[in-house]
């Protein structure tokens, strides 16, 4: 008998929003109980869950899935490991949920402030990595948030073995099972229904590739917390101490290719460009980074490649880097601002005007100064852990983590008040 | 010549988002300079804005609006100080852009933390009171957002009157025109267009109506913040003063009729009910509020109308009153989050244990205690004006101010760090 996909996603909805209910009031202990419950019994369950994995393997194998995609999709005995100690860092933070802030009193003797709570309900929409099943999880789960999972159909086994254990884990905290749900069909019209359920569910979290992020973006319902490209610039200012400026320049392409938080591309203020970029190029040539410069750049660097209009709206996710000349800080802010992504950028410069301004009008989620483009991350920032990175401005920009899953009501107290 | 609608709405856009760069950045000075100019510009023009107010009141009349409508739509001289009024209060406010906050040293030496930013272009779609024309172009502009005001047809010739003096008064602080426009065609298209507009448009704000925030909800690609009912309820608990109870119920229903934040269901726990409900019903009955109880409320009050299971979702914004009797706290509180529309819900108890209980598990905007809904309010909140209530949860709950027209961005401050 085939599965209803809309009845049963109605079904999955009603029952997220139900335990949603109770989460929200649920206490820490209980929470972090369930957190590392689920730990433990991931490590318990560590050579069953390889052998669920092992069937999507194969399946993926068959299905003609390159050496890439299957290398996201093993859950071998350090990424298992990695799941549980995350899960065991979230158990770790402080809980966001219940804290009240700012409470003032009124000229009418009121007492106003604010108390941080759940969203209520999120579905999480994700790509091949398993782990994410486990990571996303405990993030909604620590902000008392009722979780939608719904992973790709080629880790379906992976996936169903994790949530078993999940499941475990939150019977074991007495919490119901219904607070984190996996979803059970590869059918994709799930994805779809699950978009809908507008009256259960109240935000969507897509990670994944850019494709998904659009589909899901262009046909939800449901407000969506989002991480398009990530199309990151360092700026060498003419006040720019250089060796710095190669240092941060070097760091945010050549740490790791394939980040959003990677630079892209390099913008360099005329008076220093003939001084740093012989350096910079020998430096990146040492890395086999290909670069493409503006002719600018070429008459500088004569073997460098030439950069069309389109390389300054790349995320390469790769060792090429694009290079442009400015004239100017406001030419350079310009450029970031209109060919960014609105993700990290930094300025290297011992200027404080200079960095003052560059800080106030780059509308980026992350704007620095004198610091590589890599520390653009939920731990790094000190957020504990993260579940993404949002590039859009409403409610939340930049690394998501525990508080990015709350949000804030107003609390008022009084004695009998009323009013005139 | 007929305007292309669509290419028209493209260039609102595209010159909103260019003016959004050049607010953002401006000096509190400037922006306040242009705030008092505009509310002198009005002052000045007063008779003038009449006039043209006059030409839609005539226009209005020969449509068949009736006198409410006609009401709303009247600039008298009062109103016209009202805006006057309203911009210098704005003006007096503190700028909430710029403000550096939680300024970190993390382990790795650079210092994190939140610079607080403009949303960026805000579209803004009301029906009928022009004065909204002058109060929601203050409050973005303060909060320097670039902003597109869309107003209602019957308010045309009003609106384009307060457009002008908005228009001088950018002039005089030398800010471009475009960073507040007024739409001006009365052709409805223009507003399915502003809803498309999401690589300009960062936030929709509808303002008015049922009918008009449903349309937006259901069409917008661009988020919307919106205001949908205000169904507010007291709950008088079994510890309530019950001198208090009868105040504030009082207070909560009768004090404004046609108000969101006005109490529609009382809930009064089973204990008392017998004690306070003649009191009540006497007092509601002096202000002419019509009964509406559950069968139980119709044992103590024999002449209350029986109220059906409609009652518990209606928002009357009249003087009309459900009530129903509850066994518990936790049927309280079901109550509320069940049929209420997460507005503004109030406890009246002496006892602290259930004022916690109530404060946390209660999924509403403003949850209070001991205090009439009457509250709910930017002003009452100390925000010094509000745009409207947001009854989402995303970005922002409740009474909506300069802050809740903002988003924070992360700065990072380095001295050349790199990511090991």
Redesign the interface.
């Known amino acids: 008998m085939s599965l209803n996909i809309p009845e049963y996603m109605q079904q999955v909805g009603k029952k997220a929003k139900d335990a949603a209910?109770l989460l929200?009031?649920a206490e820490s202990a209980q929470k972090n109980l369930a957190l590392i419950s689920i730990a433990e019994l991931l490590i318990e369950k560590a050579e069953w869950l390889e052998a669920e994995n092992e069937k999507d393997l194969v399946a993926g194998k068959a299905n003609g899935l390159d050496d890439a995609m299957l290398d996201r999709l093993r859950l071998n005995n350090k990424v298992i490991l990695g799941m549980a100690e995350g899960l065991r860092q979230i158990a770790a933070l402080p809980d966001p949920v219940?804290e009240i802030s700012d409470m003032?009193y009124?000229p009418?003797g009121?007492q106003?402030g604010h108390?941080r709570?759940p969203?209520?309900v999120i579905g999480i929409i994700y790509e091949s990595r398993p782990n994410v099943t486990a990571d996303a999880a405990g993030l909604c789960l620590k902000s008392g948030n009722a979780t939608i999972l719904r992973g790709g159909s080629e880790a379906i086994y992976s996936n169903q073995a994790i949530a078993q254990c999940i499941q475990e884990g939150l019977q074991t905290a007495g919490l119901p099972a219904e607070c984190i749900q996996v979803i059970e069909t590869t059918d994709r019209s799930a994805v779809g229904e699950l978009l809908r359920l507008k009256d259960y569910v109240?935000?969507i979290i897509p990670r994944g590739g850019k494709g998904l992020i659009e589909r899901v973006s262009a046909e939800s319902l449901v407000?969506v917390i989002k991480h398009l490209d990530g199309i990151c610039h360092v700026f060498i200012d003419d006040d720019a101490?250089l060796?710095?400026a190669v240092?941060?320049s070097?760091?945010s392409k050549t740490?790791r290719y394939g980040v959003c938080n990677a630079m892209e591309t390099l913008l360099v203020a005329d008076s220093v460009a003939a001084k740093i970029l012989p350096t910079l190029a020998a430096l990146f040539a040492e890395k086999e980074v290909e670069l493409r410069g503006c002719s600018r750049t070429q008459v500088i660097l004569p073997d460098c490649n030439k950069a069309n209009d389109d390389d300054w709206t790349a995320e390469y996710l790769a060792p090429i880097l694009s290079i442009r000349i400015v004239d100017s800080l406001d030419d350079a802010i310009d450029h970031i601002?209109q060919y960014g992504s609105h993700h990290t950028d930094?300025i290297v410069t011992e200027n404080i005007t200079s960095?003052r301004y560059f800080?106030?009008?780059v509308?980026?989620?992350?704007?620095?100064?004198?610091?590589?483009t890599?520390?653009?991350d939920g731990f790094?920032?000190?957020l504990g852990a993260e579940i993404g990175i949002s590039t859009d401005?409403?409610?939340v920009?930049?690394?998501v983590g525990l508080e990015g899953l709350t949000?804030?009501?107003?609390?008022?107290?009084?004695?009998?008040?009323?009013?005139q």
């Open positions: 209910g929200s009031a219940g003032t009124r009418s009121i106003v108390m709570v969203l209520g109240d935000v407000p101490d060796d710095k240092e941060i070097l760091n740490h601002n930094t960095s800080l106030r009008r509308d980026s989620s992350s704007v620095m100064v004198n610091a590589s890599r520390f653009a790094e920032y000190g401005k409403l409610h920009r930049g690394p949000t804030k009501k107003f609390i008022v107290l009084g004695d009998g008040h009323i009013r």
